[in-house]
Structure formats: structure tokens, C-alpha cells
């Protein structure tokens, strides 16, 4: 049974900083990952979407990388900003299933 | 396009009242997700269909709950009778998913769910 986890649960950061959060998942045959950013009260806003034949996919300040045999995945923020503050959930799709597995998140606060 | 579109947008009810959840999926897609939040069990998916069709029902928590897909355009969940412990925010979620297609997942804004 596929797990994803995300490790940690919270992290605060100074504004301008490049980040790094974090994704494991424990069966590497995977479909596809996808990058879920979310605000309080609001609903889940897809980030990025990586297949497993990829290795990184981009926008604008935002880069995902995708290590299957590793069974990681990491989204990279460059020069953060206080708008960047959500909890950021990180999501696996196994091959031949269709639904997602999520982790818990990881809460981000960038400190102006 | 307008997005996953959900309705209410809050609902508080006291327990024992039936609650009826509307979405409506983005425009060509041909899947349907309904999850559940908690602070407690994080996000739950609940059921989903293909093409209109149920495919896993596996996380609707009891019979209390239903869902319904009636056309391409339109998703209920019911909750009948409810009781506290269904107070949650409600996601659904649609995507294109088939040959060739990513199955990306965009979801709505959620319906949040009070039972007194």
C-alpha cells in the first residue's frame, strides 16, 4: 500500500530565502506526482504535475524534481515571499490506479 | 474556464437534518472526486466516478452517506441523517483522465459542513 509522508509538518522561514520542502512515498511505481499549494479556508490549487518518465518540471519560481527510485520528491522555491505562506500537500498516483495518495502537508510561513 | 464549482460554501445544520453538496466538474472532464478534511485524519477521498459511473465507493464512511452523478455536469452528496461527527469541509474534484491524459486533479473551493 502506497504512503506518502511529508517531513516537516511546519517550517518558518525570513523572507528571501530559497526553500526546499519535502515528499517520500514508499512504492516506486508510480503514474504520476502532483503538487497541491493550499490557504486556509480555501481549496487545493494544483502546483505541478510530474510523470514518472520526468525528472523536474517548472514554473516560474517553483521547481519540482522527481527521484522514483529514490521514492522522493522535492518542490523547490526560489527567493521566497510572504504570499508564499500555505501548507503545501504533495500527491502520488500509482500505475494503473487513478486516484491520489496524499500527504499530511507542510505548513510554510515566510516571515516578511 | 470557471473551475470546480461547489455549493454551499458554508452549511450548519443540526444533526438528524438530511445535507445535500452540489458541484459541478470543469467542462470535459470525465471524473469526479468527492474528499472529506479534517484537522484529525487530514484529507479522505470518499468516492469517485468515471463517465458518470461509480468506480470506488470504499471511503464513504457509513450508509448515511450517498452520491449521486446524474449527468456529466453535476454531483451530489448526501448526508442523511447527519450527526456531529460529519463536520468537515467538503472537496470535490474533477479531472480528464484516459489514454494519453495526466489525469491532473483541480479541485473546488469546498463545502464546510457544521452539524449542531
Known amino acids: 500500500k502506497q504512503e506518502v509522508t511529508q517531513i516537516p509538518a511546519a517550517l518558518s522561514v525570513p523572507e528571501g530565502e530559497n526553500l526546499v520542502l519535502n515528499c517520500s512515498f514508499t512504492?516506486?511505481?508510480?503514474?504520476?506526482l502532483q503538487w497541491f499549494r493550499q490557504d486556509p479556508g480555501k481549496g487545493l490549487t494544483s502546483l505541478l504535475l510530474?510523470?514518472?518518465?520526468?525528472r523536474e518540471q517548472t514554473s516560474g519560481r517553483l521547481n519540482a524534481s522527481l527521484d522514483k527510485s529514490s521514492g522522493r520528491s522535492t518542490l523547490y522555491i526560489a527567493a521566497s515571499q510572504p504570499g508564499d505562506s500555505a501548507t503545501y500537500l504533495c500527491?502520488?498516483?500509482?500505475?494503473?490506479?487513478?486516484?491520489?495518495?496524499f500527504g499530511q502537508g507542510t505548513r510554510l510561513t515566510i516571515n516578511p | 474556464d470557471a473551475g470546480v464549482i461547489q455549493s454551499p460554501r458554508h452549511e450548519v445544520t443540526e444533526m438528524g437534518q438530511e445535507v445535500t453538496l452540489r458541484c459541478k466538474p470543469i467542462?470535459?472532464?470525465?471524473?469526479l472526486f468527492w474528499y472529506r478534511q479534517t484537522m484529525m485524519r487530514g484529507l479522505e477521498l470518499l468516492i469517485y466516478?468515471?463517465?458518470?459511473?461509480?468506480?470506488?465507493d470504499s471511503g464513504m464512511p457509513e450508509d448515511r452517506f450517498s452520491a449521486k452523478m446524474p449527468n456529466a455536469s453535476f454531483s451530489t452528496l448526501k448526508i442523511q441523517p447527519s450527526e456531529p461527527r460529519d463536520s468537515a469541509v467538503y472537496f470535490c474534484?474533477?479531472?480528464?483522465?484516459?489514454?494519453?491524459?495526466?489525469?491532473?486533479?483541480?479541485f473546488g473551493e469546498g463545502s464546510r459542513l457544521t452539524v449542531l
Open positions: 466516478f468515471n463517465n458518470n459511473v461509480p468506480i470506488d
Open positions: 474534484a474533477s479531472s480528464l483522465w484516459g489514454h494519453a491524459n495526466t489525469g491532473e486533479l483541480f
Open positions: 510530474i510523470q514518472s518518465s520526468q
Open positions: 500527491a502520488v498516483r500509482d500505475q494503473g490506479a487513478q486516484k491520489l495518495v
Open positions: 512504492d516506486s511505481a508510480i503514474y504520476n
Open positions: 467542462s470535459g472532464h470525465n471524473s
